[in-house]
């Protein structure tokens, strides 16, 4: 009998042992391409969009006001969302491998990019690997031409659908952007009429119900909703009918002049709505899925965007409007690099409260490996899980930006600064300054910089001396 005892405790205990392993957290990284601050109905009520499943995530957790975009374009920032560094540091400040179709005629040369993230760098994959973790990255990674720099081999055990190219491909008889066939070859096509978003949404799903009992890093990067604009299967004939049914007060104008470009001031574009409600649709998916499984209550879900919304190109055509902000996506101004961040957890304190703490991407590096309790070197990003958990925020005193590229947003080589509420924007070809105060003026119509020299010249001189701490190259006259 004493035996029998003796085993049913030995049991017991290794049970115990089992759930205790099992008790770390898993994380869902939900990168959604191209997302507009305002693209988000939560951030703004007077949105022509419709995402009831952010909405809701929002009510469940925080919802940062003030959170940024490393970068005003992708590959940047998801380096920098990747490792907890700066761009600088990484020598990636613009798209990989960029493109400038005007480049004969600009009267500076701009600095040459790195083309990949360096296998030597750690990213956030590696750390969670190295902590017992299972890692699966799914969607778009637009950080290496060459395979040998893709997920599978930056720290994932999973890679579907990450290759070198930044969006989907539209190839006659051989890519059909987000219908299938992708042309893509990280995923295989799929049935005729399948939906990328739809179909990476499944994979992710299969991967939580087969990988369920131990931790995991899920990594779902939509190519949503990047160009092309090519409407969802669902809603598209809804958001068309509300666009017919749209009551415009006044003679409001669509674009407004952007430097060399035009900035779009209405959401109106249908196509556009359904691509951004499939993504809701299916981030909704992902969030009933965690529940179904008995994961939500072990779960941390993150949903943030590379970029501002499309909002800015040389001419009329972007497909989305970013409120109240200024430009957008390849712009320092707020519509350019402000974005939705949304963050969900067993531990979170305060949910539905929509914090204007400043954050960034590269804090996401830290704070779910600080959550996660494994070791790991602070960079440029900064831990927020103590914020998260109803503690004090850390200590910031500034963020920077750095984009000494052209772009085709008709963006011209600059870098910004904010300090407080104070944001200062500097151009490369004139050498001048513009000075904002957020607070006042979120939508940085006036400059200010001839009212506060004094301030204007000590944030530049703060400004270089950030771009040169952190590697920054710069471009020079011809």
Known sequence: MKNIFYFLFIISLFTACQGEVNQKPNFVIILVDDLGWADVRANYPESF???PNLDQMASEGLRFTQAYAAHPVCSPTRAALMTGQHPNRLGITDWIPGYDKFEERRPIITPSINNELALEETTLAEKFKDNGYQTFFIGKWHLGEEEKYWPENQGFDVNIGGWRVGAPQLKKGISNGYYSPYGNPKLADGPEGEYLTDRLTNESLQLIKENNKEPFLLYLSFYSVHTPIQPAPKRYDYFLDKKENMIVSGEKAKYKPEGEGQTKLIQDNAAYASMVAAMDENVGRILQELKAQGL???TWVILTSDNGGLSTLYGEGAPTSNGPLRAGKGWCYEGGIRVPMLIKGPGIKNPGTAPDLPVISMDIFPTLLSIAGAEYEEKDG??????????KAPERELLFWHYPQYHGSAWKPGSAIRQG????????????NQLFNLETDPG???DISHDFPEKTIALEERLMEELNKTGAKFPIFK
């Open 421 to 432: 509420n104070w944001k200062l924007i500097h151009d490369y070809e004139s050498g001048s």
């Open 49 to 51: 969009y419709e995402t």
């Open 444 to 446: 940085e119509e006036l």
């Open 296 to 298: 939500d209550d072990n």
């Open 382 to 391: 900064k831990d927020l899980s103590s914020f998260l958990m109803g503690g």
